[in-house]
Structures are given as structure tokens and as C-alpha cells.
């Protein structure tokens, strides 16, 4: 077990050094800069320049990379140049609980109905059940997240005053963000339980189970379950990783002072600071999530060997 874990982490770290080098050559690829003359052509030249001295970003590429992964192994992700006297440790610190919360409801709503979803489809082949259910998954896996988002904003919020329409202020506020995160996973989980128990159903040692006498719904709850969900599984861990670090529609339509709309205004200001950060914290979050996923997923299935 510590050898298999010591092993991922040493590539969880090779991935991310990976992902670090790439994301800063690319954005410095990039034409433009955080404060490329278009957008300051009022400022003076001699301006310009003193401010870009000061963040070091006249100095040659490699100079610029060897001091950011110095600042990074302690643990200083530097700071922004669009927002003053923010740091990209303060910005995370700020976001990401917020879009750890709304995320972990989202994640819990998926498989609390997309499980049991994708299970009774499974179950009631060729019924009315598993109709409504593929119905749920194919629209799920169809509508885009923002056309979701604006729809559910006309009915609830609009025509039928039900829920506000931004911010996380009272427990009514979480309903349209959670729902709209989690639709789309709850139609993926549900394709992934239903495929995965038709072909269990289908094993030996269920029809074994059967001929026992055991009652159906042990059989299916006991047996078929557990061996059906390791799909499912293997799914949650970048479902996890992406719920929870923010998702940029859903966020920025609802008004969420989340993670997501310090992505996009990152990018689209070339802040160079916050981008690399922030995609540090969530290439650092994929990894987590795939161990962690990987370690259950060997005390689920016993066939899976980590010691090697």
C-alpha cells in the first residue's frame, strides 16, 4: 500500500511540474501581457516599463521561470497584476471555499439520485422506468450547462418568483447552482450505473445468488451493487476535483464569488500570477482526487492489486 501511494505521489508531482511548465511558457507565448500597451496607451511609455520592471517581467523567460519555481517551493504563488495588494494565496483562499461548498452539494445531489438512477434503469430494462431515466440522461448529457442555467433563471426566478437569481445569501439561493452543476453528472453517473449493472446482471454469480433462493433485492443491493458501481468510482474522482474548484458558467451566471470568475478574468487579463495559481490549485486537486479514487477503488474490487 505505501509503496503504491509513494509511486503516484512522485507522478501526481512529475504531472504537475509538467503542467506548471507548460501553462507559464504558453501564457508568455501568448501576444500581449498584463500591462501591454493597447490597454495602457494613456499611460506614458517610461511608465510601462518601470511598472513591468518592478514585476520582473522584462527579464528573460528563464529568469522569470526559475524565480516563480523558487516562490512555489515556498509555497508563494505570487501576486496579482490586476488586483492591487491581492496575492493569488489570498484570492484561493477566498474562492475556494466558497466553490468547495456549493461543489460538495452538487457532488452529493449526482450520487445520492444518478446511483439509484441508472440502478433501477438497469433493473426495470425495457420498462417505463428506464425510459424516464435514459429521457434524464440524454438531456443531461445534451443541454449545455449555460442554456440550463438561463432556462431555470426564466421559470423559477423570472416567471414564477420562486428563487433569487445571484449570490449564496440563504439556503434558497444554493437550489438553481447545485441543480444545474449536478444535472449533467447525474445524467453521466446514470448512463455509467446503468451500462455497468446490465452487465453484472448478466455474470454467473448473480444467477448463482438467484438459484440460492436470496431475494431479489438483496441479490441486486448486496451483489450486483457493489460490483456495478466501480464505474462510478473511478468517474467521482475528477468529478470531485471539477465541482468543487469552480465551474465558470455556472458561476459567473449566478453571481458566485467563487474560483470560476477569477479563471476567467485571469485569462482574459493575462494575469500571469493568478492563471498559473489557480491552475496549480486544480491540477493539485485532479491529482488528489484520482489517488484517493484509486486507493478505494482497491478496497472496493479485491482483484485490484496496489502492492505492486
Not at 461548498?101 to 445520492?112: P, Q, R, S, T
Request: with cysteine.
Amino acid at each position: 500500500m505505501l509503496r503504491y501511494i509513494v509511486k503516484r505521489v512522485i507522478a501526481g508531482f512529475l504531472s504537475l511540474f509538467m503542467l506548471i511548465t507548460l501553462t507559464f511558457f504558453l501564457m508568455h507565448v501568448i501576444p500581449g501581457g498584463p500591462f501591454s500597451p493597447g490597454e495602457y496607451r494613456k499611460t506614458p511609455p517610461e511608465v510601462l516599463k518601470q511598472i513591468q520592471d518592478s514585476y520582473g517581467l522584462n527579464d528573460p523567460i528563464y529568469a522569470q521561470y526559475g524565480r516563480y519555481l523558487n516562490n512555489l517551493a515556498h509555497g508563494n504563488l505570487g501576486v496579482s497584476f490586476k488586483k492591487l495588494n491581492y496575492s493569488v494565496n489570498e484570492l484561493i483562499g477566498n474562492g475556494a471555499p466558497v466553490s468547495a461548498k456549493v461543489g460538495f452539494w452538487a457532488i452529493l445531489l449526482a450520487l445520492i439520485i444518478g446511483i439509484p438512477l441508472g440502478t433501477t434503469a438497469a433493473v426495470r430494462r425495457g420498462h417505463l422506468a428506464d425510459g424516464i431515466s435514459m429521457v434524464i440522461a440524454t438531456v443531461g448529457v445534451s443541454v449545455p450547462s449555460f442554456v440550463l442555467c438561463v432556462l431555470s433563471m426564466y421559470l423559477f426566478c423570472d416567471k414564477l418568483k420562486l428563487l433569487p437569481t445571484y449570490g449564496l445569501d440563504s439556503w434558497n439561493c444554493y437550489i438553481l447552482p447545485v441543480g444545474c452543476m449536478a444535472f449533467g453528472q447525474i445524467a453521466y453517473i446514470t448512463r455509467l450505473m446503468r451500462s455497468s449493472m446490465l452487465e453484472t446482471m448478466r455474470q454467473d454469480f448473480i444467477r448463482t445468488e438467484r438459484s440460492k433462493g436470496i431475494p431479489e433485492l438483496v441479490v441486486i443491493g448486496k451483489y450486483a451493487l457493489k460490483n456495478s458501481i466501480l464505474p462510478v468510482v473511478t468517474y467521482v474522482g475528477p468529478m470531485v476535483a471539477a465541482l468543487m474548484t469552480g465551474t465558470f458558467i455556472i458561476e459567473k451566471v449566478f453571481s458566485i464569488p467563487g474560483l470560476g470568475r477569477y479563471f476567467v478574468n485571469a485569462i482574459g487579463d493575462r494575469d500571469y500570477a493568478v492563471t498559473l495559481g489557480l491552475t496549480i490549485f486544480v491540477g493539485a486537486m485532479i491529482i488528489i482526487c484520482n489517488l484517493v479514487v484509486d486507493i478505494i477503488y482497491a478496497f472496493v474490487d479485491p482483484r485490484v492489486k496496489i502492492d505492486k
